[in-house]
């Protein structure tokens, strides 16, 4: 199951690479000022995680199920679903300038979040940020660097295989997730429907905080929105595994993926509708 996550992400940062243009990816980032800068990082990195806890301790969800709703909360970027949002106007181009910036920022920020979130619980949790570095440039920016250099190279063939990687990519995800949960039923079983609500609840906070921190109704806004909400499971499983060294927060962080896989895709069906570019 391991390797069928990892092929699926593969496939998906791959479709993104073909799909990027580097120009384009340069003038995203100037066209946001410092202001709209420092809105998207407290949405993308702080209030997620500030609504986990939040959570936590307003719902009898217990301490595993806080856990997994934290970390999940921490991790922004997942590819899932962002061709397919594409096709509804949304902008693929933000969708993917913002996941890089989302993986560059992640070494930096995580370490940070987690080790605070461990000592509110009186836990002392250190990620190693290289090693997170790792495992970012290996699932996230190898194959998106080969995504672009392919485009560059064969750029007929990319577009034929770039129409096949995202909706593999995103069927094995779903195929990755439906099979977990069924692995995990006994345990899915005796899981209060407090944490179901509480995923729920944060896939929701996620995109309503950049449309409230952002303001403006736009296309950028819009796609901004359901990529906040678009939470790196993989990640997450992966620090709950080999960092947090418990399985516990597992059924959580799969609650959320099912969650917000739910929140994207109804959120998807309403288009953007006017408003200017988010500039200031």
């Known amino acids: 199951m391991k390797y069928l996550l990892l092929s699926a992400v593969f496939m998906l940062m791959l479709s993104v690479g073909m799909s990027l243009n580097p120009r384009q990816l340069l003038e995203n980032w100037r066209r946001l000022t410092p202001s709209v800068w420092a809105r998207l990082l407290g949405a993308t990195f702080l209030v997620p995680p500030l609504i986990a806890l939040a959570l936590g301790r307003l719902l009898p969800l217990g301490g595993a199920a806080t856990a997994g709703l934290f970390l999940i909360a921490v991790v922004p970027g997942a590819p899932l679903m962002t061709r397919g949002v594409a096709k509804k106007g949304f902008d693929m181009q933000i969708a993917a300038s913002y996941q890089v910036w989302g993986a560059l920022l992640t070494p930096v920020i995580v370490p940070l979040l987690i080790a605070a979130g461990g000592w509110l619980y009186g836990r002392d949790i250190w990620v190693p940020p290289m090693k997170l570095l790792a495992v970012i440039a290996r699932q996230q920016f190898l194959p998106l660097l080969a995504g672009m250099a392919l485009m560059w190279l064969a750029p007929a ?14 069927v094995i995800l779903i195929v990755v997730l439906v099979a977990m949960v069924y692995k995990m039923g006994p345990a899915l079983k005796q899981v209060s429907p407090w944490v179901t609500l509480a995923a729920l609840l944060l896939a929701a906070g996620c995109l309503l905080a950049v449309r409230l921190l952002l303001g403006r109704r736009s296309p ?26 418990d399985q516990r927060p597992v059924p959580a962080i799969v609650a959320y993926a099912l969650s917000a896989m739910l929140v994207m895709g109804l959120y998807g069906k309403f288009p953007p509708r006017g408003g200017q570019e988010v500039t200031a």
């Open 157 to 170: 063939f990319s577009t034929k295989v770039q129409r096949v990687l995202n909706p593999v990519g995103n």
């Open 220 to 245: 950028t806004v819009q796609t901004l929105s359901i990529c906040n909400t678009n939470r790196h499971v993989g990640l997450a499983l992966l620090l709950s595994g080999q960092q947090i060294h």
